[in-house]
């Protein structure tokens, strides 16, 4: 495993290139090479979802793509979601409603609450709920992560 | 202004969590780092032969590879630091790696460091390991039957101590009670599953001697001492920073091989070593929680008042007794037998186990959820058995309000309470009466509505010193802060605990702003960095607000003092003259003269003008070291539909009411009220660690434990009482467990209230359809489910 190839993706709308081996996993090209330390790590099976990223808009998990299917691809991490400078708005609702204590599974949940608002403007309780199947949360019990993605949904 | 304490304010933590800004253990970069991993044995219990490293240490990348040959003279074995007294217990050596023997799948091995994470990783399938298997065994009753294996030459039959707890005459209670009922009860063995698995990153430079590690800790200094013993680096050669710390619920405590195995290899390289497990290394490789078998009695009256209670606890400490595993099922789970209840006569007998499975520790709520479990089941089984509503019957033996300060059978004093209250209004929120009815409705149609209503209480706010030492605990449980104010008005608290969720940053800042009559934002609280933050204890036992907090409170009030002192000086008045108004100290009765904080903290930190005697700057050091530990308590109420024909449980209502005291933030107290209940309620439903029969870990991953998932959970309803403690300044309790305590029998209850008509008298959690449906056959065929109250 030691032949490394050279890609080039566009991460937070800056085009980066990273030297990777064909087994690397994008979260660890993210993390350890491009120095964006806010999407993390938390299981080896694909559960948690605390290293969700958008690849081309949707949202993905990032310990399950390979760095080299990134290539060519855009990737937008929590760091780039900001807004004109500001917070992104599902940013403010998980601060307002309280959507994160610990904070470790935050960027994942934030990236795939922006996933599905982009494809459901306005979904239910239930439609959330179910969304969030594959981001893990161990300290809100999801009550304030649900309640910050409606009131993102509602204050668009 | 108006007061903090009390407003739900948005959190200070908030922002570098939310835009990707924080920083974990595993994001620490330093120049030359490398990187370990940990060869974990895949036999639960086997002679350890030859560790074949050569190939390993010729793979590329690899720096250096240690086994537990390489380290045994040069480094201690990992400590257990809660020596229970009067139990006769038993520690063995925890060599940091096997030496001659594996005693767990997941007990290390070798440690191999090299240039990247990969060729760490790689290099570990290049070891030869020789094992020996021997015999096994993963249940903690069994592991005390005649003919078990046995892990440890020192600890024959593998009872690692004896404890029991005694008040009153439970056998002269049980000779004479009219109505007893028994239960075997399991306390399934969970993985704490913090989001953040652990990591360690440490840093020494052989030029000053210095040991730097950044950790994934609840209680940074606690580490530095640990790490001190295990490496023998002196104390003051050791900085333990905890920075981001991604949840912990127990497993973040313990001294682990792990963080002094990087460290000395740190030491032996001179270049910055950082491990990271991976979540399949967490579930073998960091504590496990609870793991119990109980056999409990309950006796009483015909008319529902409880005489006694009997236990006989077989309580799985896994292979080695971790840092402070034997307190755990004694102290903090054998104490609080009476619950928040006035039972006269309680009799319990401990036995601590090791078994051929990871450590046991401490787990959210650690040792009182398993208490208030078997309680709150033996009330519903009595109730039933003497055909007495449960309700009744738990209002019948609260201990009655007026009665505080208030000492139970099992020797220890509650610091206050009014249990009826929050009963009363949780049964308001829940109409309890109308529930009943709809009930009996709904199972003349067939369908299956049951309640489960819990009265609890916990010990916590960890607690006076004076009995940490008595109890064996290898450390103080005093708190600590520093407030420190700048010349221009600004300030920060340095505190001794280490908030990793809980929001300490936030709340710690309302208690200063409040004291000073300044804006929130002119505080900032630190915490993590051993270097910078007074000797503390950390975070557990919800006892960081109670005891740090009350720290906070005290040091302010003594920065306070000395501005007062100075302000008295400048407008040359007497310190009694003067009064505390808008963030200022004013003459009384001329408001418009007076100086405010912000000018008085530029007084004292100038020096120009300063009273005979008193030293410049402004800041002031407290150790709080409470006088008793909080008990809060409070009801629970949950609602269910079973379905008699797949055995799933469908959670209609869940209501907690809690009392924690006064709350400083509302909005953190519900969210960990929230956190809490779903915890507990993935324990109830669906939490299981399984092990089989040769002992390897079958919920290995992700993939296999089932952590509760949003879509599986219900929404809380929370609500609360206020009853201030009389032990801190703050009148404040802890309320970072009582979710996980008090929602695991009220799930439970609710079920078995369910299938009452069914012939189902309990049922082992978890609650997984499967078993809710075997209890549902077992009980048709006459057997009362997963074991019938006699």
Redesign the interface.
């Known amino acids: ?2 032949g490394t190839c050279s890609i080039t993706l566009d991460v937070n709308g800056v085009t980066r290139t990273a030297e990777v ?1 064909p ?2 996993l994008l979260v ?1 090209v993210l ?2 090479q491009l ?11 694909s ?2 979802g ?1 290293c969700t990223v958008h690849m081309d808009g949707r949202a993905v998990k990032s310990c399950t793509v390979l760095a080299l299917q990134a290539e060519g691809h855009a990737i937008t ?3 780039g ?2 807004r004109d400078g500001g ?1 992104h708005p599902l ?1 403010q609702a ?3 409603k ?1 959507g ?8 994942g949940m ?1 990236m795939t609450a922006a996933d599905l608002l982009a494809t459901n403007p306005k979904p239910t309780e ?1 439609e ?3 969304a ?2 594959g ?12 309640a910050a993605i409606q009131a993102a949904a509602a204050a668009r | 202004m108006a007061t903090l304490f009390g407003s739900g304010i ?2 200070r ?12 253990t ?2 620490v ?1 330093l120049p030359g780092l490398l990187h370990a991993a940990v060869l974990r044995s895949t036999y639960a219990h086997a002679k350890l032969g030859k560790v074949d490293v050569t190939k390993a240490k010729k793979a ?1 990348g690899v720096v250096a590879v240690f086994t537990g040959a390489d380290v045994k003279d040069k480094l201690n074995t990992v400590p257990c630091a809660w020596n229970v007294p009067n139990c006769d217990l038993k520690v063995p050596p925890h060599p940091l790696l096997a030496i001659d023997r594996v005693r767990y799948v997941g007990d290390g091995v070798a440690l191999v460091v090299a240039e990247s ?2 060729a760490a990783r ?1 290099a570990l399938d290049l070891i030869d390991v020789d094992y020996d298997a021997l015999d096994v065994v993963v249940d903690p009753e069994k592991a005390t039957q005649q003919g078990a294996p046995e892990l440890h030459p020192e600890v024959p039959g593998n009872v690692a101590f004896t404890w029991k707890v005694a008040g009153g005459d439970a056998a002269k209670a049980f000779a004479e009670a009219p109505v007893t009922v028994e239960q075997r009860i399991v306390q399934n063995r969970l993985l704490p ?5 652990r990591a360690a990153c440490a840093s020494y430079n052989p030029g000053t001697g210095q040991l730097t590690l950044w950790i994934t800790s609840q209680n940074p200094h606690i580490h530095r001492f640990l790490l001190s013993v295990m490496t023998k680096l002196p104390e003051h050669r050791i900085r333990v920073i905890a920075p ?4 912990g ?1 127990g497993s973040k405590i313990p001294g682990y091989a792990d963080e002094a195995l990087v460290s000395f290899a740190s030491m032996q390289l001179g270049r910055p070593v950082k491990w990271t497990e ?3 290394e967490n579930y073998k490789a960091t504590i496990h929680g609870r793991d119990h078998v109980e056999y409990v009695a309950m006796c009483g009256t015909k008319d529902g008042q409880i005489t006694g209670l009997r236990t006989k606890v077989y309580a799985g400490l896994g292979g080695y007794a971790s840092t402070a595993a034997p307190g755990i099922p004694t102290i903090l789970h054998g104490l609080m037998y009476s619950g928040p209840y006035t039972i006269p006569n309680i009799e319990g007998t401990i036995y601590g186990v090791y078994t051929t499975t990871t450590p046991v520790d401490a787990y959210r709520g650690a040792g009182r959820p398993e208490a208030t479990f078997l309680l709150e089941r033996m009330i519903d089984l009595y109730a039933r058995k003497i055909g007495m509503d449960p309700v009744d019957v738990r209002r019948k033996n609260l201990i009655p309000k007026d009665k505080f300060p208030y000492t139970v059978a099992t020797g220890i004093t509650y610091d206050s309470g009014n249990y009826q209250g929050a009963l009363d209004k949780a049964l308001q929120m829940f109409d309890y009466k109308k529930f009943r009815a709809e009930q009996a409705k709904a199972r003349k149609a067939g369908r299956y509505l049951g309640v489960g209503v819990t009265t609890y209480c916990e010990i916590c706010g960890l607690g006076p010193s004076q009995v940490a030492g008595a109890v064996g605990f290898g450390g103080g449980l005093y708190d600590s802060a520093i407030v420190r104010v700048y010349p221009t008005g600004v300030v920060r608290a340095y505190i001794g605990g280490k908030p ?4 300490e940053e936030t709340t710690f800042a309302q208690i200063v702003a409040d004291e000073f009559g300044i804006p929130v934002e002119n505080v900032e609280v630190v915490a993590g960095d051993t270097e910078a933050t007074p000797q503390g204890w950390g975070t557990y036992g919800s006892r960081t607000t109670a005891v740090c907090g009350s720290a906070v409170k005290v040091a302010a009030q003594r920065v306070k003092d000395k501005a007062k002192k100075i302000a008295a000086h400048l407008l040359e008045a007497s310190e009694a003259d003067l009064e505390w108004q808008d963030g200022k100290f004013a003459v009384k009765g001329s408001p418009d003269k007076g100086k405010t904080f912000g000018e008085l903290a530029l007084m004292a930190n100038v020096a120009w003008n300063l009273p005979p005697g008193v030293e410049p700057g402004l800041e002031a050091t407290a150790f709080f070291d409470p006088s008793n530990f909080v008990y809060p308590f409070g009801t629970h109420i949950c609602t269910v539909d079973v379905d008699p024909e797949t055995g799933e449980v469908k959670i209609l209502r869940y209501i907690a009411v809690d009392d924690c005291g006064p709350q400083i933030n509302p ?2 107290v ?2 960990q009220v ?6 507990g309620l993935g324990e109830a439903l669906q939490e299981m660690v399984v092990y089989d029969e040769d002992g390897q870990l079958l919920t290995g ?3 296999d434990y089932a ?5 599986q ?1 219900p ?2 309803e929370t609500a609360h009482t206020v009853t201030p403690s009389p032990v801190n300044p703050l009148g404040v309790k802890g309320v970072g467990e009582t ?1 996980t305590i008090a929602s695991v029998p009220t799930l439970v209850n609710a079920v078995c209230d369910a299938l009452a008509p069914l012939g189902v008298s309990h049922i082992d959690k978890p609650l997984t359809p499967a078993r809710v449906w075997a209890a549902i056959q077992q009980a048709r065929a006459g057997g009362g489910g997963g074991g019938g109250a006699k």
């Open positions: 495993m030691t081996e087994r690397d660890y993390r350890d120095d964006l330390t806010g999407t993390h790590v938390g299981c080896d099976t559960q948690c605390a991490t929590i760091e979601l900001k917070l940013q998980f601060w307002e309280h994160l204590q610990c904070g470790f599974c935050t960027p934030i239930a959330i709920r179910h969030l199947a981001n893990l949360c161990r300290c809100t019990g999801y009550q304030n992560i649900v | 948005k959190r933590e908030d922002p570098r969590l939310i835009t990707g800004r924080a920083t974990y595993d994001d970069k590329p994470r990969a790689d599953t913090a989001m953040e698995p981001e710390v991604g949840g619920f991976d979540r399949s990793h969720g809980q929001g909005m953190i519900d969210g929230h956190g809490g209940v779903i915890q991953t992700m993939m952590v509760p998932k949003a879509s959970m929404k809380v979710g």
